[in-house]
């Protein structure tokens, strides 16, 4: 099934908003092969290495959005741990 980015970056850039955040943005980019979804300027997912669980009764991936927002929680974890020690 084809995502349909820009109902998804919506509602991930709606969520922004509520949470004050006004200039920076999800993104969706695509060379025609690959998409690729930004947040700013760095990828958190493209679909050539799309790191969704496969359901094969469904033949299809898990739900996009949740699946954004745990790879957005770990690139933001990720740099919490990169602090400096003055």
């Known amino acids: 099934m084809r995502i349909n980015y820009f109902d998804e970056l919506d509602e991930l850039n709606e969520w922004l908003e509520l ?5 920076r943005q999800f993104a ?5 092969y690959v998409d690729v979804i930004l947040f700013d300027e760095t990828v958190l997912w493209d679909s050539e290495n799309d ?3 496969f ?7 898990g739900p996009f959005v949740p699946h ?6 770990n690139w933001v974890d990720g740099l919490n741990s990169l602090k400096f020690e003055i």
């Not at 969706?28 to 025609?32: A, K, L, P, R």
């Not at 359901?55 to 991936?61: A, I, L, M, Q, S």
């Open 68 to 73: 954004i927002k745990r790879l957005f929680n």
């Open 19 to 23: 949470c004050g955040e006004n200039e």
């Open 55 to 61: 359901n094969e009764e469904e033949n299809d991936y």
């Open 51 to 53: 790191s969704r669980a």
């Open 28 to 32: 969706w980019s695509t060379n025609g």
